[in-house]
């Protein structure tokens, strides 16, 4: 079984606001970058309409989520001024106090909706490093 997570983090965006967002989004992906070094993926996208935000990451197991939340954590919430969070979905297993501190991130941004997502068979070709 794979221990790797995907994180689906969708948001709509304030009105107003996405000109603001970006550059705090930017740099957020920069410090991810710069801090997070086992981070497989951390990508941002926003609709054509700039009226919704998805943030999806790819973690190897749940330690670097759990670092993932500690290292960037306390700079989610100024981004909860641009945003109004609508859902996180997470596919893969993730230890019942993580899935809390996720519902706590969630109700902090928006709506609070956590969806786990547990494997039930796959395969997976991304490669080592």
Not at 46 to 52: C, K, L, N, V
Not at 55 to 81: N, R, T
Not at 88 to 97: K, R
Not at 112 to 124: A, K, M, P, T, Y
Request: glycine share 6%; proline share 5%.
């Amino acid at each position: 079984m794979s221990d790797s997570i995907v994180y689906i983090d969708r948001s709509v965006v304030r009105d107003g606001k996405l000109e603001e967002l970006k550059p705090a989004m930017a740099e957020l992906v920069d410090f991810v970058e710069a801090n997070e070094p086992d981070i497989l993926a951390y990508d941002v996208y926003f609709s054509a309409r700039g009226d919704r935000m998805t943030v999806m990451h790819m973690h190897a197991d749940q330690d670097s989520l759990e670092f993932h939340m500690e290292v960037p954590g306390p700079k989610f919430p100024s981004i909860g001024e641009f945003i109004e969070r609508e859902s996180i979905d997470v596919y893969g297993h993730l230890s019942e106090p993580l899935i809390q501190r996720l519902r706590d991130k969630a109700s902090e941004l928006g709506s609070g909706r956590v969806s786990i997502h547990e494997l039930h068979r796959g395969v997976g070709r991304v490669p080592d490093n």
